[in-house]
């Protein structure tokens, strides 16, 4: 069982002590290494390490053609600007290798779970001789895995795999008693700026977790764009997240009078506090109509835009 | 090239004399027939055709396992009580084994096209003797069959098919210069009641074009109670049109704190004037998360419910 931290309760000074005497005491006179995704959880991990090991931290951006455009760029600068270097690994062909034909949303979250851990990330780790790996794990990830909602990839001991058996390292994750909003709290702290710290949450899985049915690179594409025009519309609402979601399914649509059999996209836009339950952002409909008509004029192949109206539970944060 | 009339030049009383004419005259000593859905369009042509003919016309309710919640019973009572009676037929393992397998939606219309017509109906007329029927088609079923949007199943002329040929009977279609608007102020004249002339526009497949993929009984049966919620709930604002569509996409959700993964329902509601432009209607918010909370708690399955925010065109107003 963890204990949990809440934000209120959180003294981000004590915590950061706390932490890095912690990763100093594990790491030794050792090698670790992290994995940034850009998202909250990972950045904040990031400079947390950063705090402790200094140069002795080796932090890796991969490039699994799955991410949101532009943002191995925004990350690594990100991180720059902060003296932070960040080394960015091309793996796209052996991602989209790994999701060929998968359409089942388990099975996608495990081949990207295998090529990251087994194939990219794990020889990465091989090759630098790091031990010790860094990971942003929070409680909420804990608990979707623990409760069967999702399989979060990033939480083998939970799932009572012993990752230094399986992959021949160790996985530090000190900010497994925190939720999103003590993340936020912590990294604020940490001197992370306001655009990263203040993220919206993205999905291990990234773009993929975002389409219905196969990852290919054309849907992830779609979704992408997609993603782009929901984001620059969205994100000024103080909401907590925000997505597009590219269907499978197929509906009727007409472009220059005739019939364009084509695709959905479905927006959801959330208010919540720390993800464990949430309700739809009640965004004004003229934001709704203006984002439907930018995504249809914008993105090849979409004839529809869906806005999503259910809370959580019973429907989930990611439709994948 | 058909003559348009609009609402606004339709002169009901002289446009009912001129077609009872017509019809009298087609049909001579004969009879007639005709199949009532319960639309605005087969009702309305229904009372022009018994204006004509009296009892040389048959009506019947085709029970194809398709039709929303009590509509046999509510729609046979509306004629009931304007001394008009309607024979209901039941083919619903008909249309059912007819529509088994099938998941695209031009091979599903066709499948209930063919069991309408060359089964079901084309029995019924071979029977009863008639060689005239009544059909309700408007000038919007033609532009959009011509524009190769949708395929209608009631446009066979326009189709170049000649049904006398094909299936023995002629068609006669007195509505076919009228869009929707024009067709509403014709019933009213012909004394439909309110919550007839009124009613929001159906498709010709019934529920089969509102499941995306395989019409199937349980499906069917799934987005029917999606329906009941959907047109209580949004039946007071006028709007031109509402509906529910159950897609195939599955999308995860939870209940009782486990992954729960189900299905989605998509409720449209339109704003339009004669269907060939619509736009979501700007529904409160309030009413629409109280949709979606009735829909996953009554529907069993559903565990996410979307709003459409897409404009006609690109979009179509039905998805199938």
């Known amino acids: 069982m963890i204990r949990e931290i809440t934000a209120h ?3 981000p000074e004590s915590f950061i002590g706390e932490k890095v005497e912690d990763i ?14 850009g998202g909250v959880d990972s950045s904040t991990v990031t400079m947390l390490g950063h705090r402790a090991l200094g140069e002795r931290l080796r932090t890796v951006f991969v490039e699994n053609g799955l991410m949101r455009a532009g943002e191995a760029e925004q990350v690594t600068g990100f991180f720059r600007a902060l003296g932070v270097t960040v080394e960015v690994v091309d793996a796209r062909a052996e991602f989209f290798a790994a999701l060929k034909g998968i359409t089942d949303p388990e099975a996608k979250r495990e081949a990207i779970t295998q090529t990251f851990y087994r194939e990219v990330f794990g020889r990465l780790v091989r090759e630098s001789g790091a031990k010790h790996l860094l990971q942003g794990t929070i409680l909420t990830d804990v608990d979707e895995t623990v409760a069967g909602i999702k399989r979060q990839h990033n939480v083998f001991e ?19 008693q925190l939720r999103k909003d003590g993340v936020r709290k912590l990294g604020q702290a940490l001197g992370l700026p306001g655009e990263l710290f203040q993220r919206i949450p993205f999905p291990g899985p990234a773009l993929a977790a975002r389409v219905i049915g196969e990852a290919t690179p054309e849907r992830i594409e779609t979704v992408r764009q997609a993603t782009q025009v929901v984001e620059r519309m969205l994100s000024g ?9 590219l269907h499978e399914d197929r ?27 949430a ?3 009640r965004v004004p409909f003229e934001i709704l109509e203006q984002l439907a008509q930018e995504i249809v004029g914008a993105v090849p192949g979409i004839v529809s835009v869906t806005y999503n109206i259910a ?4 429907s989930t944060i990611e439709a994948v």
Not at 237 to 245: P, R, S, V
Not at 311 to 314: A, G, L, M, N, V
Request: charged share 25%.
């Open 279 to 281: 309700t739809p952002t």
């Open 311 to 314: 809370s959580k539970p019973p």
């Open 24 to 37: 100093r005491r594990t790491v030794g006179e050792g090698w670790a290494i992290n994995a940034l995704s």
């Open 9 to 11: 309760e959180l003294d």
């Open 237 to 245: 609402y103080g909401t907590f997240q925000y997505l597009a979601i």
């Open 251 to 277: 509906v009727t649509g007409m472009r220059d009078g005739r019939r364009d059999f084509g695709r959905q996209i479905e927006v959801r836009c959330w208010d919540s506090v720390d993800a464990r339950t």
């Open 158 to 176: 939970q799932l009572g795999i012993d990752p230094q058996a399986a992959f021949g390292y160790r996985i530090l994750e000190p900010l497994i």
